[in-house]
């Protein structure tokens, strides 16, 4: 029995890079906005040393609903997205935690976003974002993350008030 409690077999290993992963995020701004995203990882199967961590990519391809008040009610906004990101793991990749960054674009298929206290003068917009994140269960096949992420314009075209979310991701990797 002790044998086979300690059987290597047992332990959690680590998600391969080249994983593929669907997830399900909520994301919460100021104002009573808030946002519900779908959304599939697809890595580039790479990795790279950095400092003493690893350095691994991949696309980061989604579908939200905004939602947020308007003139009494509440107006919603479908957005896709597309945001390459880069993820960071210390020590060669082997610890559960990471940290990532993204930069993208996105579109609302539907209408441009408008609030009663702001409106988005584009459909099309530069998403990025930074965020920490966990990998637990067998063979850390799930991660949950703690994100922020910045949607706008970036000036081209006024008004450009932009929108900021807090997001939290579920993701499952297979």
């Known amino acids: 029995m002790l044998i086979g409690l300690t ?81 960071w793991r210390p020590s060669q990749g082997q610890p559960p935690w990471f940290l ?13 976003f408008i609030t009663d206290h702001k409106e988005f003068s584009t459909r099309y917009n530069f998403a990025s974002h930074i965020g920490i994140g966990y990998l637990f269960g067998e063979q850390l096949k799930n991660e949950i993350s703690l994100r922020f992420e910045h949607q706008s314009n970036a ?4 008004p450009n008030p932009g929108e900021n979310f807090l997001q939290l991701r579920y993701a499952r990797h297979f």
Not at 37 to 43: A, E, K, N, R, Y
Not at 100 to 112: D, E, F, P, T
Not at 155 to 158: A, C, D, L, Q, T
Request: no cysteine; charged share 10%; hydrophobic share 35%.
């Open 100 to 112: 990532q960054a993204g930069l993208g674009v996105s579109y609302a298929i539907n209408h441009r």
């Open 7 to 87: 059987s290597p077999m047992l332990h959690a290993q680590p998600v391969q890079s080249s994983t593929s992963a669907l997830y399900l995020q909520y994301g919460s701004a100021e104002h009573s906005t808030d946002s519900w995203t779908g959304g599939v990882i697809l890595p580039w199967n790479w990795s790279y040393a950095l400092g003493s961590g690893r350095m691994t990519g991949y696309w980061d391809l989604s579908v939200s609903r905004w939602s947020a008040d308007y003139q009494g009610g509440n107006r919603s906004t479908w957005v896709l997205g597309a945001q390459p990101t880069l993820r």
């Open 155 to 158: 000036g081209i075209k006024r």
